[in-house]
């Protein structure tokens, strides 16, 4: 208890002293708040896309097979779908198929800037769309990833009849609501009609999405504002096709916790499907982009909480360098009169924590109010190097489709609340700071003789 009493009257002795110390302090403690806090919230942002992302794989229909149409031609049957399904691990399965639809009634959203190649498909195929039929659009992968949210309504799933998902702006141009309808016809010039169809369906308004693509588009076709989600229904009606003539352009596989996917993958094509016509993808590459991003943020945060450390080790070292030679003969009389060097040094941590307690205390308010700009900041920058990364790899030949800009989906923001764990953390690494500078700066005075200390400052 003397330690701290002394160190308490040491402390109010000396204002300036403490003050400065107390600004070292809370500039170090406001950068370890801020670093822990966004640490914090990379972490809850990452698990939350990969909670809302299962394990699995796709199946569709392969490059050499896309012909227009925007999904690709439907050539999955749904024997394979079941036999695939069946396999030890396959918990559940989502379909899909693509087609291409005119819209008598509705406009589509326009391109920012003038396109000669969309002036062309628009001349040439008139006022038409991509419509992408799902079975069940809340575990469509746009959703799960969040390139595209749910903004009114519901989504569709099984049983639905007749039903679309609309982007919100595509909405507002055409004044349409939940619960309001529009016709979509099929076209001739689409590759999946194989009969000719002419026919035309009147769809609900079931909800609406938003999303923007972080690839420019030379066509309003491919928009995210111009994309209509809808049941399977729709698009074989449209295609006048009957039960036994269904074929889908692509499927989602989602396995059971604790499956491999290569393991069921390596099953699945031992089965016989004409693989040269399919291409699979792994769900996992989706979060390739989250997972990176991620990865960029957490090693700024750890860059900026060591950066923190070691410079705040330098300067407290530093100063009291210099503060401790002018204790010298304090002291000196303290060891002559048989206190020990251990409590002379529990007195020196036990002056700076007095003041550290304060100014991390004050931490949880300086670092709160600066956390969320850094991770802004750090989300940016890593968003920016993880897409250009990709864009590098793939020699910047990506499509600006919805499917295809999932790849580049990364933690674009996260959302920083510092908690009392963070606070937490800041103490334990402050009061480690305070420990490490006080040893190596008093050591030379540890290890002085008495008598050495008092006849230096006569």
């Known amino acids: 208890m003397d330690v701290v009493i002394r160190s308490f009257r040491y402390v109010i002795r000396r204002p300036v002293r403490a003050l400065i110390l107390g600004a070292v302090f809370l500039c170090m403690s406001t950068a370890l708040f801020a670093g822990v806090a966004v640490k914090d919230a990379t972490n809850t942002a990452a698990a939350a896309v990969s909670e809302r992302f299962s394990s699995g794989f796709r199946l569709q229909s392969s490059a050499e097979n896309v012909a227009n149409t925007f999904k690709g031609e439907g050539i999955i049957p749904q024997a394979a779908i079941d036999t695939i399904s069946a396999i030890d691990g396959v918990e559940r399965s989502t379909t899909q198929v693509g087609a291409m639809a005119n819209l008598p009634e509705a406009e589509l959203v326009s391109l920012e800037q003038y396109s000669e190649q969309d002036e062309r498909l628009t001349a040439k195929y008139g006022t038409f769309t991509q419509l992408e039929a799902v079975s069940d659009t809340s575990r469509e992968s746009k959703f799960a990833l969040g390139t595209l949210t749910l903004e009114s309504g519901r989504h569709i799933g099984a049983g639905d009849v007749h039903e679309a998902l609309v982007h919100e702006a595509f909405a507002t141009l055409n004044d349409l609501a939940v619960g309001d309808t529009f016709t979509v016809a099929a076209s001739a010039l689409d590759r999946g009609n194989k009969y000719g169809s002419e026919a035309s369906v009147t769809v609900t308004v079931a909800g609406t999405f938003s999303g923007t693509s972080v690839i420019g588009t030379g066509t309003r076709q491919d928009l995210f504002e111009n994309i209509v989600l809808t049941d399977l229904a729709t698009v074989w009606d449209l295609y006048g096709l009957t039960q036994d003539q269904h074929l889908y352009s692509a499927v989602d596989f989602t396995l059971s916790p604790g499956h491999d996917v290569d393991t069921v993958l390596a099953e699945a094509k031992r089965l016989p499907i004409d693989w040269n016509r399919l291409d699979v ?63 002379v040094l529990a007195q020196f941590v036990c002056e700076l924590a007095l003041v550290g307690v304060v100014a991390f205390g004050l931490a949880a ?81 540890l290890r002085a003789r008495p008598r050495d200390l008092l006849a230096r400052m006569k």
């Open 281 to 343: 993808i792994r769900s996992d590459r989706d979060l390739a982009g989250v997972a990176s991003s991620a990865d960029g943020i957490l090693g700024m945060v750890d860059t900026l909480i060591w950066v923190t450390i070691v410079f705040s080790v330098l300067i407290l070292t530093l100063f009291l360098f210099l503060w401790l030679h002018g204790r010298r003969r304090e002291a000196g009389v303290m060891f002559s009169v048989g206190i020990g060097r251990g409590r």
């Open 365 to 445: 308010v300086t670092g709160g109010a600066v956390a969320q700009a850094i991770g802004d900041a750090m989300a940016s920058r890593a968003t920016q190097s993880v897409r250009q990364d990709i864009l590098t790899q793939t020699g910047g030949m990506l499509a600006a489709d919805a499917d295809t800009a999932a790849t580049l989906k990364t933690i674009d923001t996260i959302t920083v609340q510092p908690t009392l764990d963070d606070l937490v953390w800041v103490y334990l690494i402050g009061l480690s700071v305070i420990v490490v500078a006080v040893l190596v700066s008093s050591m030379p005075l």
